[in-house]
Protein backbone atom coordinates (compact mmCIF):
# COMPACT_ATOMS: atom_id res chain seq x y z
CA UNK A 1 0.00 0.00 0.00
CA UNK A 2 1.17 3.56 -0.80
CA UNK A 3 1.66 5.95 1.75
CA UNK A 4 -0.51 8.53 1.79
CA UNK A 5 0.36 12.18 0.58
CA UNK A 6 -0.33 13.24 4.16
CA UNK A 7 1.51 11.13 5.89
CA UNK A 8 4.97 12.74 6.77
CA UNK A 9 8.02 10.28 5.22
CA UNK A 10 9.44 9.94 8.84
CA UNK A 11 6.75 9.06 10.48
CA UNK A 12 5.85 6.14 7.91
CA UNK A 13 9.67 5.21 9.00
CA UNK A 14 9.30 4.70 12.36
CA UNK A 15 5.95 2.78 12.10
CA UNK A 16 7.76 0.40 10.85
CA UNK A 17 9.52 -0.28 13.88
CA UNK A 18 6.35 -2.30 14.79
CA UNK A 19 7.87 -4.75 13.01
CA UNK A 20 11.28 -4.25 14.44
CA UNK A 21 12.39 -7.86 15.29
CA UNK A 22 14.12 -9.08 19.12
CA UNK A 23 16.74 -10.98 16.58
CA UNK A 24 18.92 -7.58 15.56
CA UNK A 25 19.94 -8.02 18.66
CA UNK A 26 21.98 -11.15 17.39
CA UNK A 27 23.81 -8.69 15.20
CA UNK A 28 24.92 -6.97 18.34
CA UNK A 29 26.23 -10.21 19.46
CA UNK A 30 27.98 -10.97 15.91
CA UNK A 31 29.87 -7.53 15.61
CA UNK A 32 31.12 -8.02 19.16
CA UNK A 33 32.52 -11.29 19.10
CA UNK A 34 34.51 -9.82 15.66
CA UNK A 35 35.61 -7.11 17.72
CA UNK A 36 36.94 -9.67 19.99
CA UNK A 37 38.59 -12.17 17.84
CA UNK A 38 40.32 -8.96 16.67
CA UNK A 39 41.59 -8.47 19.89
CA UNK A 40 42.58 -11.28 20.52
CA UNK A 41 44.29 -11.36 16.93
CA UNK A 42 46.15 -8.15 18.15
CA UNK A 43 47.90 -10.09 20.92
CA UNK A 44 48.07 -13.41 19.63
CA UNK A 45 49.12 -12.66 16.10
CA UNK A 46 50.37 -9.23 16.64
CA UNK A 47 47.72 -7.86 14.16
CA UNK A 48 47.02 -3.97 14.38
CA UNK A 49 45.27 -3.18 17.73
CA UNK A 50 43.34 -0.34 15.95
CA UNK A 51 41.16 -2.36 14.00
CA UNK A 52 39.68 -3.78 17.07
CA UNK A 53 39.08 -0.21 18.40
CA UNK A 54 37.70 0.49 15.56
CA UNK A 55 35.02 -2.35 15.74
CA UNK A 56 34.03 -1.46 19.15
CA UNK A 57 33.35 2.37 18.15
CA UNK A 58 30.80 0.17 15.21
CA UNK A 59 29.52 -2.06 18.06
CA UNK A 60 28.90 1.67 20.56
CA UNK A 61 26.96 2.71 17.16
CA UNK A 62 25.15 -0.52 16.02
CA UNK A 63 24.13 -1.11 20.23
CA UNK A 64 22.77 2.36 20.61
CA UNK A 65 20.77 2.35 17.56
CA UNK A 66 19.15 -0.93 18.40
CA UNK A 67 18.62 -0.16 22.24
CA UNK A 68 16.71 2.97 20.44
CA UNK A 69 14.50 0.78 18.18
CA UNK A 70 13.50 -1.41 20.42
CA UNK A 71 12.68 1.34 23.28
CA UNK A 72 10.67 3.00 20.78
CA UNK A 73 8.76 -0.52 19.79
CA UNK A 74 8.35 -1.25 23.75
CA UNK A 75 6.78 2.43 24.43
CA UNK A 76 4.74 2.51 20.87
CA UNK A 77 4.01 -0.60 20.19
CA UNK A 78 3.50 -2.78 23.28
CA UNK A 79 1.24 -5.52 21.96
CA UNK A 80 4.22 -6.33 19.18
CA UNK A 81 6.44 -6.81 21.94
CA UNK A 82 4.41 -8.57 23.85
CA UNK A 83 3.42 -10.69 20.87
CA UNK A 84 7.20 -11.50 20.34
CA UNK A 85 7.91 -12.46 24.01
CA UNK A 86 5.51 -14.80 24.04
CA UNK A 87 6.11 -16.45 20.85
CA UNK A 88 7.90 -20.10 21.04
CA UNK A 89 11.01 -19.00 18.71
CA UNK A 90 11.28 -15.64 18.97
CA UNK A 91 11.26 -15.45 22.80
CA UNK A 92 14.76 -16.90 22.87
CA UNK A 93 16.08 -14.18 20.88
CA UNK A 94 15.22 -12.15 24.15
CA UNK A 95 18.47 -13.13 26.05
CA UNK A 96 20.55 -12.14 22.86
CA UNK A 97 20.40 -8.55 24.74
CA UNK A 98 21.85 -9.58 27.71
CA UNK A 99 24.50 -11.44 26.05
CA UNK A 100 25.24 -8.25 23.72
CA UNK A 101 25.72 -6.30 27.56
CA UNK A 102 28.44 -9.36 28.96
CA UNK A 103 30.42 -8.93 25.54
CA UNK A 104 30.40 -6.00 25.73
CA UNK A 105 31.48 -6.18 29.20
CA UNK A 106 34.35 -8.15 27.79
CA UNK A 107 34.99 -6.15 25.00
CA UNK A 108 35.53 -2.97 27.01
CA UNK A 109 37.74 -4.63 29.59
CA UNK A 110 41.22 -3.15 29.47
CA UNK A 111 39.89 -0.06 27.73
CA UNK A 112 37.81 1.48 30.54
CA UNK A 113 37.18 -1.44 33.25
CA UNK A 114 34.68 0.78 35.23
CA UNK A 115 31.81 0.93 31.70
CA UNK A 116 32.98 -2.87 31.81
CA UNK A 117 31.83 -4.11 36.03
CA UNK A 118 28.75 -2.02 34.94
CA UNK A 119 27.63 -4.07 31.96
CA UNK A 120 28.56 -7.31 33.44
CA UNK A 121 26.37 -6.29 36.17
CA UNK A 122 23.68 -5.10 34.23
CA UNK A 123 23.88 -8.25 31.90
CA UNK A 124 24.37 -11.09 34.27
CA UNK A 125 21.33 -10.87 36.45
CA UNK A 126 19.44 -10.02 33.40
CA UNK A 127 20.33 -13.10 32.03
CA UNK A 128 19.88 -15.06 34.85
CA UNK A 129 16.48 -13.38 34.94
CA UNK A 130 15.25 -14.76 31.42
CA UNK A 131 16.81 -18.21 31.65
CA UNK A 132 14.49 -18.46 34.59
CA UNK A 133 11.82 -17.36 32.73
CA UNK A 134 12.42 -18.61 29.15
CA UNK A 135 13.71 -22.35 30.88
CA UNK A 136 10.03 -22.14 33.18
CA UNK A 137 7.83 -21.25 29.90
CA UNK A 138 9.77 -24.79 28.47
CA UNK A 139 8.56 -26.84 31.20
CA UNK A 140 5.05 -25.25 32.09
CA UNK A 141 3.50 -23.54 29.31
CA UNK A 142 1.41 -26.49 27.48
CA UNK A 143 1.80 -24.44 24.06
CA UNK A 144 5.05 -25.81 23.08
CA UNK A 145 5.64 -28.22 20.35
CA UNK A 146 8.38 -29.77 18.58
CA UNK A 147 8.40 -27.94 15.73
CA UNK A 148 9.33 -25.20 18.13
CA UNK A 149 12.49 -26.62 18.92
CA UNK A 150 15.71 -24.78 17.26
CA UNK A 151 19.29 -23.83 17.72
CA UNK A 152 17.77 -20.56 19.05
CA UNK A 153 16.58 -22.36 22.28
CA UNK A 154 20.59 -22.60 22.71
CA UNK A 155 20.42 -18.82 23.71
CA UNK A 156 19.14 -18.44 27.41
CA UNK A 157 21.00 -21.09 28.38
CA UNK A 158 24.61 -20.39 26.35
CA UNK A 159 24.06 -17.03 27.47
CA UNK A 160 25.51 -17.75 30.90
CA UNK A 161 28.46 -19.57 29.72
CA UNK A 162 30.06 -16.04 28.46
CA UNK A 163 29.09 -14.56 32.00
CA UNK A 164 32.48 -16.13 33.68
CA UNK A 165 34.52 -14.36 30.65
CA UNK A 166 34.72 -10.89 32.64
CA UNK A 167 33.11 -12.47 35.59
CA UNK A 168 36.45 -14.27 36.96
CA UNK A 169 38.29 -10.74 36.04
CA UNK A 170 35.78 -8.77 37.94
CA UNK A 171 36.35 -10.90 40.79
CA UNK A 172 33.01 -13.11 40.97
CA UNK A 173 34.50 -16.22 40.87
CA UNK A 174 32.39 -18.32 42.72
CA UNK A 175 29.30 -16.75 40.50
CA UNK A 176 31.03 -17.60 37.30
CA UNK A 177 31.24 -21.30 38.18
CA UNK A 178 27.67 -20.97 38.73
CA UNK A 179 26.83 -19.68 35.61
CA UNK A 180 29.23 -21.91 33.65
CA UNK A 181 27.46 -24.88 35.27
CA UNK A 182 23.79 -23.83 34.01
CA UNK A 183 25.30 -23.28 30.73
CA UNK A 184 27.38 -26.80 30.48
CA UNK A 185 25.05 -28.86 31.78
CA UNK A 186 21.88 -27.82 30.37
CA UNK A 187 23.70 -27.23 26.66
CA UNK A 188 23.82 -31.07 26.92
CA UNK A 189 20.42 -31.46 27.48
CA UNK A 190 19.12 -29.14 24.41
CA UNK A 191 21.50 -30.69 22.14
CA UNK A 192 19.80 -33.71 22.57
CA UNK A 193 16.51 -31.87 22.55
CA UNK A 194 17.87 -30.53 18.91
CA UNK A 195 19.20 -33.52 17.48
CA UNK A 196 16.28 -35.01 18.05
CA UNK A 197 13.92 -32.85 16.50
CA UNK A 198 16.17 -32.39 12.89
CA UNK A 199 17.11 -36.08 12.77
CA UNK A 200 13.49 -37.65 13.51
CA UNK A 201 10.73 -34.63 12.70
CA UNK A 202 10.22 -32.14 10.16
CA UNK A 203 13.52 -30.54 9.18
CA UNK A 204 14.34 -26.91 9.79
CA UNK A 205 12.64 -24.30 7.78
CA UNK A 206 14.61 -22.53 5.08
CA UNK A 207 14.71 -19.21 7.10
CA UNK A 208 15.71 -20.99 10.08
CA UNK A 209 18.61 -23.28 8.79
CA UNK A 210 21.43 -20.64 9.95
CA UNK A 211 20.46 -21.45 13.40
CA UNK A 212 22.34 -24.19 13.18
CA UNK A 213 25.53 -22.51 13.43
CA UNK A 214 24.45 -21.72 16.70
CA UNK A 215 25.96 -25.44 17.96
CA UNK A 216 29.33 -24.03 17.45
CA UNK A 217 28.77 -21.47 20.20
CA UNK A 218 28.21 -23.55 23.47
CA UNK A 219 31.68 -25.54 23.10
CA UNK A 220 33.71 -22.89 21.91
CA UNK A 221 32.43 -20.38 24.49
CA UNK A 222 32.45 -22.77 27.04
CA UNK A 223 36.26 -23.54 26.22
CA UNK A 224 37.27 -20.13 26.28
CA UNK A 225 35.37 -19.22 29.50
CA UNK A 226 36.81 -22.63 31.22
CA UNK A 227 40.07 -21.16 30.21
CA UNK A 228 39.49 -18.40 32.38
CA UNK A 229 38.37 -20.01 35.57
CA UNK A 230 41.05 -22.83 35.25
CA UNK A 231 43.54 -20.01 35.46
CA UNK A 232 44.31 -20.41 31.60
CA UNK A 233 45.70 -24.31 32.00
CA UNK A 234 45.05 -26.45 29.11
CA UNK A 235 43.89 -29.70 30.17
CA UNK A 236 41.92 -32.56 29.22
CA UNK A 237 38.43 -30.91 29.66
CA UNK A 238 39.42 -27.97 27.87
CA UNK A 239 40.80 -29.82 24.57
CA UNK A 240 37.50 -31.89 24.75
CA UNK A 241 35.26 -28.68 24.11
CA UNK A 242 37.63 -26.59 21.48
CA UNK A 243 37.52 -29.83 19.35
CA UNK A 244 33.91 -30.47 19.59
CA UNK A 245 33.52 -27.25 18.48
CA UNK A 246 35.74 -27.46 15.57
CA UNK A 247 34.69 -30.77 14.24
CA UNK A 248 31.09 -28.48 14.21
CA UNK A 249 32.83 -25.87 12.55
CA UNK A 250 34.15 -28.31 9.78
CA UNK A 251 30.15 -30.58 9.60
CA UNK A 252 29.23 -27.07 8.75
CA UNK A 253 31.50 -25.70 6.24
CA UNK A 254 31.09 -29.16 4.73
CA UNK A 255 27.57 -28.45 4.26
CA UNK A 256 28.51 -24.53 2.45
CA UNK A 257 26.49 -25.23 -0.72
CA UNK A 258 23.67 -25.93 0.87
CA UNK A 259 23.67 -22.51 3.10
CA UNK A 260 24.85 -20.12 -0.29
CA UNK A 261 21.53 -20.89 -1.52
CA UNK A 262 19.65 -19.27 1.02
CA UNK A 263 17.94 -15.98 0.65
CA UNK A 264 18.47 -13.37 3.00
CA UNK A 265 17.08 -13.10 6.64
CA UNK A 266 18.06 -11.43 9.58
CA UNK A 267 18.66 -15.21 11.12
CA UNK A 268 22.04 -15.14 8.76
CA UNK A 269 23.59 -13.42 11.75
CA UNK A 270 23.36 -17.07 13.19
CA UNK A 271 26.48 -17.26 11.21
CA UNK A 272 28.55 -14.43 13.07
CA UNK A 273 28.81 -15.15 17.05
CA UNK A 274 29.68 -18.48 16.53
CA UNK A 275 32.48 -18.22 14.17
CA UNK A 276 33.51 -15.10 16.32
CA UNK A 277 34.04 -17.28 19.41
CA UNK A 278 35.52 -20.61 17.34
CA UNK A 279 37.81 -17.75 15.81
CA UNK A 280 39.14 -16.47 19.75
CA UNK A 281 39.45 -20.11 20.91
CA UNK A 282 41.69 -21.03 17.98
CA UNK A 283 44.02 -18.01 18.47
CA UNK A 284 43.97 -19.46 22.60
CA UNK A 285 44.72 -22.84 21.27
CA UNK A 286 47.62 -21.63 19.68
CA UNK A 287 48.74 -19.55 22.36
CA UNK A 288 48.53 -22.11 24.66
CA UNK A 289 50.29 -25.29 22.05
CA UNK A 290 52.66 -22.82 19.70
CA UNK A 291 51.33 -25.64 17.30
CA UNK A 292 51.68 -24.33 13.41
CA UNK A 293 48.37 -26.28 12.06
CA UNK A 294 46.61 -23.60 14.77
CA UNK A 295 48.12 -20.59 13.60
CA UNK A 296 47.16 -21.08 10.37
CA UNK A 297 43.60 -21.99 11.25
CA UNK A 298 43.28 -18.99 13.59
CA UNK A 299 44.07 -16.79 9.90
CA UNK A 300 41.93 -18.32 7.98
CA UNK A 301 39.18 -18.05 10.67
CA UNK A 302 40.04 -14.77 11.69
CA UNK A 303 39.57 -13.88 7.33
CA UNK A 304 36.19 -15.93 6.94
CA UNK A 305 34.65 -14.20 10.17
CA UNK A 306 35.63 -11.00 8.93
CA UNK A 307 34.20 -11.37 5.28
CA UNK A 308 31.14 -13.30 6.71
CA UNK A 309 30.23 -10.60 9.07
CA UNK A 310 31.27 -7.92 6.73
CA UNK A 311 28.98 -9.19 3.94
CA UNK A 312 26.08 -9.65 6.63
CA UNK A 313 26.43 -5.92 7.75
CA UNK A 314 26.00 -4.69 4.12
CA UNK A 315 23.12 -7.25 3.22
CA UNK A 316 21.50 -6.24 6.41
CA UNK A 317 21.82 -2.08 5.81
CA UNK A 318 20.24 -3.08 2.34
CA UNK A 319 17.90 -4.97 4.01
CA UNK A 320 16.45 -1.96 6.79
CA UNK A 321 16.81 0.49 3.45
CA UNK A 322 14.38 -1.24 1.59
CA UNK A 323 12.26 -2.30 5.09
CA UNK A 324 12.68 -6.17 3.98
CA UNK A 325 13.02 -6.45 7.47
CA UNK A 326 10.55 -4.86 8.74
CA UNK A 327 7.72 -6.98 7.67
CA UNK A 328 4.72 -8.74 9.73
CA UNK A 329 5.69 -12.66 9.70
Known sequence: MSESPTTPPQTSRLARLEHFPVAFFAMIMGTTGL??????????????????????????????????????????????????????????????????????????????????????????????ALTLYVIGQWIFHPKYQIQHSTPAWFIPVVGNIVVPIAGVEHGYTELSWFFFAIGVVYWLVLKTLIFNRVLFHDPLPEKLLPTLFILIAPPAVGFLAYMKLNGGELDTFARILYYAAMFLVLLLASQAKRFSRIQFYLSWWAY???????????????????????????????????????????????????GKVFQPD
Open 272 to 322: SFPLAAATQASMVMYSKTSHSGLLTLSYLMLTATTVIIGLLLIRTSRAVVS
Open 35 to 128: TLAWQKAAHVLHMPLFISHLLLLLVALLFTTVIAAYSYKCINFRGAVLAEFQHPIKISFFPAGSIALLLLSVATLQVTPALSHLLWLIGAPLQL
